[in-house]
T-cell receptor
């Protein structure tokens, strides 16, 4: 089964509220990334957190990583209607060939965020 | 402009007719990869390449082939397409530092196999 599992599957909030999405994974990772997608368009990178980092900020985004629990969360503060989109976590895991290289990238099924004006 | 370009963007084909979806990036990225996106299943990695002549299987490689002869190009080949390969396909590229970094995605190729 896929490594990245996200919850909730859907989230509906009002403008100005905070949105929190969670991601869990199963194996060791090199880094974990969050992406945004609007209606079948290409994904846009939001933030990357490495396995030796615990928290990272970028504008209104805050990402945490707990490697002991194999989980991450994305917090969007003071949400706007323009934040309406699907959000995906992606984990970078060991290559199929094994060894120490990391190349396999696994996406979660995503959280659909709707922000009402 | 930094970009990942996929072609074709839309394609309708018939079972068994070989097709190639091209992917090209102009950012000198080492890492390139292909994904398919299906409703309810999210994005699943098909193949990836960490550099020229280095490719590896993702989660769903069956029925697909890839090659990485040049750094900028990473075509996806469907030798004998079947209806279950109807999907939205994305190509992406990134720098590679012990693992892929920020991925840049193409706009997607919507494939229908009849």
């Amino acid at each position: 089964s896929q490594q990245g599992e996200e919850d909730p599957q859907a989230l509906s909030i009002q403008e100005g509220e905070n949105a929190t999405m969670n991601c869990s994974y199963k194996t060791s990772i090199n880094n974990l990334q969050w992406y945004r997608q609007n209606s079948g368009r290409g994904l846009v990178h939001l933030i990357l957190i490495r396995s030796n980092e615990r928290e990272k900020h970028s504008g209104r985004l805050r990402v945490t990583l707990d490697t002991s629990k194999k989980s991450s969360s994305l917090l969007i503060t003071a949400s706007r209607a323009a934040d309406t989109a699907s959000y995906f976590c992606a984990t970078v895991g060991p290559s199929q060939a094994g060894g120490t290289s990391y190349g396999k990238l696994t996406f979660g099924q995503g959280t659909i965020l709707t922000v009402h004006p | 402009e930094a970009q990942v370009t996929q072609n074709p963007r839309y394609l309708i084909t018939v079972t068994g007719k070989k097709l190639t979806v091209t992917c090209s990036q102009n950012m000198n990225h080492e890492y390139m990869s292909w994904y398919r996106q299906d409703p309810g299943l999210g994005l699943r990695q098909i193949y990836y390449s960490m550099n020229v002549e280095v490719t590896d299987k993702g989660d769903v490689p069956e029925g697909y082939k890839v090659s990485r002869k040049e750094k900028r190009n990473f075509p996806l080949i469907l030798e004998s397409p079947s209806p279950n390969q109807t999907s939205l396909y994305f190509c992406a590229s990134s720098l590679y530092q012990q693992g892929p970094e920020e991925l840049f995605f193409g706009e997607g190729s919507r494939l229908t196999v009849l």
